[in-house]
């Protein structure tokens, strides 16, 4: 690992365990709410990508596919990040992530989605704030000298 400041190292994990939580919260609420759906979400979709979230959303099987894979994505993701555990592949998953997240409510001129927006954004949003600061956090690892990756890859601890 690069050696960084105390105040960079420690604004770096700040930032990674921040998004984790994010990650993780939403995967929980999802996860203890039987009721949740993804169906909404994919059925607004007005994205690049429309057409086959509307496909994914009128397939029961798809759709429970869905569902799972982004509750139990989101769980996963958020505890790899704030545990600094496999913290690569959980940034790199969390991008992709967020990327169809994106891409399914492009913030474009003219997009109006039904589900009610937290803000008024043009081409830049929340996810792809999200995206840049895990794209930060990806350069800039931290998890192995703070989190469990240190023990998992062995890291001299020296550095």
């Known amino acids: 690992m690069n050696t960084y400041s105390k105040s960079q190292t420690f604004w770096l994990v700040t930032l ?4 984790g939580w994010h990650f993780l919260y939403e995967g929980l609420v999802k996860a203890l709410n ?10 607004d979709s ?3 990508i429309s057409s086959i ?8 099987q798809s759709l429970g596919i869905v569902n799972f894979l982004n509750t139990w994505g989101l769980i996963l993701i958020g505890l790899g990040l704030i545990a600094g555990c496999f913290a690569r592949i ?7 992530l967020l990327t169809l997240f994106y891409l399914s409510h492009i913030p474009f001129i ?15 949003d929340k ?6 600061a895990l794209a930060v956090i990806f350069v800039f690892p931290t998890s192995t000298k703070y989190g469990l ?3 998992i890859f062995k890291v001299n601890r020296e550095q």
């Open 53 to 60: 979230l509307h496909n994914w959303a009128n397939n029961a």
């Open 46 to 48: 007005e994205g690049w």
């Open 16 to 19: 990674r365990m921040f998004i």
């Open 149 to 151: 990756d240190r023990y």
């Open 110 to 124: 003219g997009a109006s989605y039904m589900m009610p927006a937290e803000g008024a954004y043009l081409w830049v």
């Open 127 to 132: 996810n792809l704030i999200e995206i840049a």
């Open 90 to 96: 959980a940034t790199v998953s969390g991008i992709v």
């Open 34 to 43: 039987p009721k949740w759906t993804s169906y909404a979400y994919l059925i």
